[in-house]
């Protein structure tokens, strides 16, 4: 089963908040994934290392991309945990294709294809397409948060005791980690 989620997630070149569906899938071979990505892109994409902290809400996730420190969100809401990943980025036109490695949950590749309005069945479409380009096993598809598969001990590396969780025993409820999802 194929779940895409729908996420506002980037501000367009006229400051109007993008929304895209977003895959995201286990990589066993980065290399692999590497190089079906430059067969897609053409590009050898853009490196750099991001840091999200997730605070606490009633509903969904909000997640704080730390390029300075900033201590004003922990201190209103609380701070669930933090994921820190190095992350390289593809680019098409429309859609962006990442290769995470996430500290303490594993390497994974993700893609944001942009949502239009008026067609989000083309969408979807575009995104099981690229899907396919890459050969990404449905069985490889994983429908949580990097913050989730960490706090529920979901790691994918080899290296069992790399693996640590941040919940509290207070905190055995799910969260609901996908904001809008659509089965495929």
Known sequence: MLQLQYFNDEYDSDRNMRQSIVL????????????????????????????????????????????????????????????????????????????????????FIDIAVTLTSSEPDACIARAKEIRDHLKIDEDAIVPAAYLDMM??????????????????????ESDDSVLNSREC
């Not at 706090?151 to 080899?158: A, G, I, T």
């Open 24 to 107: 995201k899938a286990r990589v066993n071979d980065i290399e692999q994934a590497e190089n079906a990505i430059f067969e897609l892109t053409e590009s050898l994409g853009t490196f750099f290392i991001q840091e999200d902290v997730y605070f606490n809400v009633p509903n969904g996730n909000l997640k704080l991309r730390i390029m300075h420190p900033n201590a004003t969100l922990n201190a209103a809401l609380g701070e669930r945990g933090t994921i820190t990943k190095k992350r390289r980025a593809f680019t098409m036109n429309d859609a962006r294709i990442y290769l995470d490695d996430v500290d303490h949950v594993g390497q």
């Open 151 to 172: 706090m529920e001990n979901l790691s994918f590396d080899d290296d069992p005791p790399s693996r640590k969780s941040t919940k509290s025993g207070s905190e055995t």
